[in-house]
């Protein structure tokens, strides 16, 4: 008995030593080999975990700024097993790099960990995957399938309004959590606009949607850095374990998988029966693109894929746009002279619910969603994987670390590149010393010339990246959040209800505002009525 025993704990040894050889042996290859080495760039704090427990610990882009001023332009930190990672602010170099997209792909860490999370959808997608997802729903995203949708937008953020309005009833001012509330319009908007579905989020007294809290499970997972989190990502073996968050993660993919199927053949049936208004949702039009006689085979989505879009809209088009529109609320309750100008310029608007070229033709309006994008994109940074060896091309030469002055970075397969989004948005070269601060002025002549070779889908602003993967809802995005400031600043005057220095920028899979005393995700504003003068 003991020599059994023992016989099989050494072949439980061995299986382990083997599982860990082959999970590291890709790290350690480009540890090796990789050509980045000569970059300059900070020492590593930590073998296990270099500079990342730095990064994690600091605000968003905080100490990649430092690095910025330290090492200039173009350097490299260390990651996970003290891995190199190149962060580069080089417009020339992010340009090849996000528009390179069959040599830089995300991690695969990454892309199965989302997969897992919510399916095989646009944002996991790469060459030839991405490429026929993302032309069947193009269409669903252009200019006038959005004119039709602003009617939604406009819908919710009036009833939004309405909410808050009854509960300034009694004394004419009430304090809120912003944040939750943005978060169920945009949750409704999404809904309806993105597949038809009625998720019924502004209702205070509804029961629980079963689709929104399997959503809300899977989102509300945060993304700390300790060491079983890093060993379950990398070893593929320990992710058999036991895990209780796992189970229920699980099952609430299970859940969105279930809903997303029934609300497919539900949308296929509607359009091959002909039915009024079928087709009016982004789903929808995605379904009838995929189902088009004129489009090859091969160019078809699966049905995975089709059920892979429906938490990537939630994704993508619920808490990044009520995060965006909170932080704006953040600004605009600290500038009272901003707040009272955007004000102005909506209520020259002769219509309480504009179309999509009305909203769109505000100067003010869009100066203060654009330095709003600028200045607290949600989401803060990205990372590439190089899937084989390249030479970066730079616009500004960097000095490496034996003194030679380098007009390229060469790149070896397995490398990684962190592409720093937020920090970009705020470059003092670009921006000047006001840099940090939100001042939307700075948009009223245009782009600003400096701003110009920024890689971007909206021109002067990172935020929704450049290239085959820029962000395809973006013009969604910028029209929700203007229908949503269009009813609340006519309506209220915002205020912050906690010091402005209580607020901290934290990232779990969107930047959110965090409290600091409780370390919630919330942002407290008083409302009072907004009684015109004239």
Same mark, same amino acid.
């Given at each position: 008995?003991?020599?059994?025993?023992?016989?099989?704990?050494?072949?439980?040894?061995?299986?382990?030593?083997?599982?860990?050889?082959?999970?590291?042996?890709?790290?350690?290859?480009?540890?090796?080999?990789?050509?980045?080495?000569?970059?300059?760039?900070?020492?590593?704090?930590?073998?296990?975990?270099?500079?990342?427990?730095?990064?994690?610990?600091?605000?968003?882009?905080?100490?990649?700024?430092?690095?910025?001023?330290?090492?200039?332009?173009?350097?490299?930190?260390?990651?996970?097993?003290?891995?190199?990672?190149?962060?580069?602010?080089?417009?020339?170099?992010?340009?090849?790099?996000?528009?390179?997209?069959?040599?830089?792909?995300?991690?695969?860490?990454?892309?199965?960990?989302?997969?897992?999370?919510?399916?095989?959808?646009?944002?996991?997608?790469?060459?030839?995957?991405?490429?026929?997802?993302?032309?069947?729903?193009?269409?669903?995203?252009?200019?006038?399938?959005?004119?039709?949708?602003?009617?939604?937008?406009?819908?919710?953020?009036?009833?939004?309004?309405?909410?808050?309005?009854?509960?300034?009833?009694?004394?004419?001012?009430?304090?809120?959590?912003?944040?939750?509330?943005?978060? %169920? $319009? *945009?949750? =409704?908007? +999404? !809904?309806?606009?993105?597949?038809?579905?009625?998720?019924? @989020? #502004?209702?205070?007294?509804?029961?629980?949607?079963?689709?929104?809290?399997?959503?809300?499970?899977?989102?509300?997972?945060?993304?700390?850095?300790?060491?079983?989190?890093?060993?379950?990502?990398?070893?593929?073996?320990?992710?058999?374990?036991?895990?209780?968050?796992?189970?229920?993660?699980?099952?609430? %993919? $299970? *859940?969105? =998988?279930? +809903? !997303?199927?029934?609300?497919?053949?539900?949308?296929?049936? @509607? #359009?091959?029966?002909?039915?009024?208004?079928?087709?009016?949702?982004?789903?929808?039009?995605?379904?009838?693109?995929?189902?088009?006689?004129?489009?090859?085979?091969?160019?078809?989505?699966?049905?995975?894929?089709?059920?892979?879009?429906?938490?990537?809209?939630?994704?993508?088009?619920?808490?990044?746009?009520?995060?965006?529109?909170?932080?704006?609320?953040?600004?605009?309750?600290?500038?009272?002279?901003?707040?009272?100008?955007?004000?102005?310029?909506?209520?020259?608007?002769?219509?309480?619910?504009?179309?999509?070229?009305?909203?769109?033709?505000?100067?003010?309006?869009?100066?203060?969603?654009?330095?709003?994008?600028?200045?607290?994109?949600?989401?803060?940074?990205?990372?590439?994987?190089?899937?084989?060896?390249?030479?970066?091309?730079?616009?500004?030469?960097?000095?490496?670390?034996?003194?030679?002055?380098?007009?390229?970075?060469?790149?070896?397969?397995?490398?990684?590149?962190?592409?720093?989004?937020?920090?970009?948005?705020?470059?003092?070269?670009?921006?000047?010393?006001?840099?940090?601060?939100?001042?939307?002025?700075?948009?009223?002549?245009?782009?600003?010339?400096?701003?110009?070779?920024?890689?971007?889908?909206?021109?002067?602003?990172?935020?929704?990246?450049?290239?085959?993967?820029?962000?395809?809802?973006?013009?969604?995005?910028?029209?929700?959040?203007?229908?949503?400031?269009?009813?609340?600043?006519?309506?209220?005057?915002?205020?912050?209800?906690?010091?402005?220095?209580?607020?901290?920028?934290?990232?779990?899979?969107?930047?959110?505002?965090?409290?600091?005393?409780?370390?919630?995700?919330?942002?407290?504003?008083?409302?009072?009525?907004?009684?015109?003068?004239?």
């Amino acid at each position: 008995m003991e020599f059994t025993f023992t016989k099989a704990a050494l072949c439980a040894a061995g299986l382990l030593v083997i599982g860990l050889a082959l999970a590291f042996r890709p790290f350690l290859i480009v540890l090796l080999t990789t050509r980045l080495r000569t970059l300059p760039g900070p020492k590593s704090d930590s073998w296990f975990s270099g500079n990342l427990t730095r990064i994690f610990k600091a605000p968003n882009s905080v100490i990649h700024e430092e690095y910025r001023r330290t090492y200039g332009a173009t350097f490299v930190y260390r990651g996970f097993l003290n891995s190199y990672r190149l962060c580069t602010f080089d417009h020339r170099a992010l340009n090849h790099i996000l528009n390179t997209t069959s040599i830089y792909h995300k991690p695969e860490v990454t892309r199965k960990g989302i997969s897992r999370l919510f399916g095989e959808g646009l944002l996991t997608a790469e060459d030839d995957q991405h490429r026929r997802q993302r032309r069947v729903m193009m269409p669903a995203f252009g200019n006038a399938q959005l004119r039709e949708l602003t009617e939604i937008f406009m819908e919710t953020s009036a009833k939004l309004r309405d909410i808050w309005l009854s509960k300034t009833a009694e004394s004419g001012s009430v304090t809120l959590d912003s944040l939750s509330w943005l978060s %169920r $319009a *945009t949750l =409704d908007i +999404i !809904g309806k606009g993105g597949f038809g579905y009625d998720f019924d @989020a #502004l209702n205070e007294h509804g029961r629980p949607n079963e689709l929104n809290v399997a959503f809300n499970h899977v989102f509300s997972t945060t993304h700390s850095l300790n060491t079983w989190t890093i060993l379950r990502a990398f070893l593929p073996f320990l992710q058999v374990i036991p895990n209780k968050q796992e189970r229920e993660r699980n099952a609430a %993919r $299970a *859940t969105m =998988d279930r +809903i !997303g199927r029934q609300l497919i053949e539900e949308k296929k049936r @509607a #359009l091959a029966a002909g039915e009024k208004g079928a087709g009016r949702d982004i789903l929808s039009l995605l379904i009838q693109a995929n189902m088009d006689k004129e489009l090859p085979d091969h160019m078809r989505m699966s049905d995975e894929e089709v059920i892979g879009q429906v938490p990537t809209f939630l994704v993508a088009g619920h808490e990044t746009t009520a995060t965006a529109t909170t932080w704006c609320l953040y600004s605009l309750g600290q500038q009272m002279n901003v707040q009272e100008r955007l004000r102005e310029e909506l209520f020259s608007v002769d219509s309480e619910n504009p179309t999509m070229d009305q909203l769109n033709a505000l100067p003010y309006l869009d100066a203060v969603v654009r330095e709003t994008l600028r200045l607290h994109a949600v989401v803060p940074s990205t990372v590439r994987a190089a899937v084989q060896n390249d030479s970066i091309p730079l616009s500004t030469p960097y000095l490496d670390r034996n003194g030679r002055t380098c007009s390229e970075i060469k790149i070896t397969k397995g490398d990684q590149i962190f592409i720093p989004i937020l920090a970009a948005n705020r470059e003092q070269d670009i921006w000047g010393d006001d840099c940090m601060e939100f001042r939307p002025e700075r948009w009223l002549n245009g782009v600003p010339s400096q701003a110009l070779s920024i890689p971007a889908t909206l021109a002067g602003v990172a935020t929704f990246l450049s290239g085959p993967h820029s962000c395809i809802g973006y013009r969604f995005a910028i029209i929700e959040m203007k229908a949503l400031l269009f009813h609340l600043l006519r309506t209220f005057k915002i205020e912050l209800a906690v010091d402005p220095n209580e607020v901290e920028a934290r990232s779990t899979m969107v930047t959110r505002p965090m409290l600091k005393s409780d370390k919630s995700n919330a942002l407290p504003v008083k409302l009072t009525v907004f009684q015109s003068s004239t």
